[in-house]
């Protein structure tokens, strides 16, 4: 495969109120320091504004995180030393508090929201959890396509859902999250798909799996890959290389578009739903925040690709949408400097640009 040109400059599209972030930016010139230097935090305020259409942007205090979980047949090759099991298991974690996710979310003030949407097993009906299941798990990719087309959009459906409803009780921004055992191995197929990248450039070694491990990753992505280069509609390579928390996802991010609400993007997992999401609906990335670079390599192709520059560089790749959780923080920090900082004309501190 030829390598792929980044994409356009998400803030030359028509989707984003260019007048709002000309209007922030000359607030943000008008504060009690020189000008730009709040590097990217001053054009995390800009896009915000452009998004929401609100200069200056309204500090997003009322967050949501929304894990998505699904299992994936191509486990069964021995792309990854976890049983499918740890799915489910983690699944109870994220809802009796004690996982990463749980910790940053309650740091920033984040609500969270645990959807099954393809786990082996049935759960109970518990405090937020969102019981969706399409199918309990996706076919093995390497093989067959890993969800029918009708599995597809449903599992799209229920990640607009979710985004929809969130929106509904207040949610002003939201981030994405992730669970299910192997789902590193679609991510980088759909990565190197819709990127038009190869096996090697996107396949990392995820949760840290050894050589054997990490042999058969590449192989299964390489045969998907293969079993897949005919086929040109979004929709017919994410049916036959996605998974179906990623589809959520995919759904999850168009709703926010639609309905104008910043969405913030988490690792590897998230961002192949985001590619997805744009590639169904073109112009979907000028809503996105990318919150962090995740070490897997495929994570840093999707951010270029789509254009977003991650707002944190921590070596991350736990998913969970821990990395867009504390990114969430200094979007709100972004908003609150053009609402509480002095002016120089109001501090009476002279302006060396005048």
């Not at 969800?147 to 009780?169: E, F, R, S």
């Not at 996107?202 to 045969?223: L, P």
């Not at 179906?244 to 609400?261: D, N, P, Q, S, V």
Request: negative net charge.
């Amino acid at each position: 495969m030829t390598e792929a040109e980044p994409q356009a400059d998400r803030t030359s599209t028509n989707n984003l109120d260019q007048g709002a972030g000309l209007s922030t930016g000359e607030i943000l010139n008008s504060l009690t320091k020189p000008p730009g230097s709040l590097g990217q935090l001053e054009e995390i305020a800009i896009h915000l504004s452009q998004i929401t259409r609100q200069s200056p942007p309204i500090v997003p205090v009322n967050s949501a995180v929304a894990i998505f979980a699904g299992d994936h047949g191509v486990v069964e090759n021995g792309v990854t030393p976890w049983p499918s099991e740890v799915t489910y298991q983690m699944v109870l974690n994220f809802l009796s508090g004690g996982a990463a996710i749980n910790v940053f979310a309650r740091h920033v003030g984040a609500k969270v929201v645990v959807v099954d949407v393809g786990v082996k097993g049935n759960f109970d009906e518990l405090p937020g959890l969102i019981r969706a299941k399409v199918t309990p798990g996706t076919s093995n990719l390497a093989l067959v396509d890993a969800m029918t087309l009708m599995q597809t959009k449903q599992a799209i459906d229920v990640g607009h859902n979710t985004a929809c409803d969130l929106i509904d009780q207040g949610a002003q921004i939201l981030a994405t999250g992730d669970m299910g055992i192997g789902n590193t191995t679609p991510s980088a197929a759909l990565t190197a798909a819709l990127c038009n990248r190869s096996v090697d450039e996107v396949t990392g070694r995820g949760t840290g799996i050894d050589d054997e491990h990490f042999a058969r990753k590449k192989q299964a992505i390489g045969e998907a890959l293969a079993r897949t280069s005919q086929k040109t509609e979004p929709l017919e390579i994410l049916s036959s290389l996605g998974g179906l928390e990623i589809a959520a996802i995919c759904g999850f991010i168009i709703a926010a578009a639609e309905k104008r609400t910043p969405v913030v993007i988490d690792g590897v997992i998230s961002l192949a739903g985001a590619l997805a999401a744009d590639a169904i609906k073109p112009g979907t990335r000028d809503f996105m925040f990318g919150g962090h670079r995740s070490s897997e390599p495929a994570a840093t192709i999707a951010l270029d690709y789509l254009g977003l520059r991650p707002i944190l560089d921590l070596e991350m790749r736990l998913g969970e949408g821990t990395g867009a959780c504390l990114a969430i923080s200094l979007i709100q920090v972004a908003a609150k400097i053009t609402q509480e900082m002095a002016t120089f004309d109001s501090a009476g501190v002279k302006d060396a640009s005048q």
